[in-house]
């Protein structure tokens, strides 16, 4: 059964930066594409951002395009999300998933229990 373990989240200020961090085991990670969502308090889940199998496509909400940045290492089961000037509208729970899917939208198979992420204004 696939596991996946977020960490990384927390209290920052507007502007700073943070970096989450996503294991994964029970399968091949190479064989899956990943995501990053983001659900705050009376809101949808919405995905944030998405990396394929191989690192080769990525895609950002336009909220989040040029502030964060997603990467995967497949030699260490990982997949990480890469947050700069942060905003208080940030202010969620993030969640990773893995899916089969080659592209957005991503259909998680397996989801992470979320780590919230909170920014002061």
């Known amino acids: 059964q696939v596991q996946l373990v977020e960490s990384g989240g927390g209290l920052v200020q507007a502007g700073g930066s943070l970096r989450l961090s996503c294991a994964f085991s029970?399968?091949?990670?190479?064989?899956?594409?990943m995501g990053w969502f983001r659900q705050a308090p009376g809101k949808e889940r919405d995905n944030v951002a998405f990396i394929s199998w191989s690192g080769g496509r990525t895609y950002y909400a336009n909220s989040v395009k040029g502030r964060f940045t997603i990467s995967r290492d497949n030699a260490k089961n990982t997949v990480y999300l890469q947050m700069s000037s942060l905003k208080p509208e940030d202010t969620a729970v993030y969640y990773c998933a893995a899916g089969r899917d080659v592209s957005v939208p991503l259909h998680g198979d397996y989801w992470g229990q979320g780590t919230q992420v909170t920014v002061s204004s």
């Open positions: 029970g399968r091949t990670f190479s064989s899956y594409s």
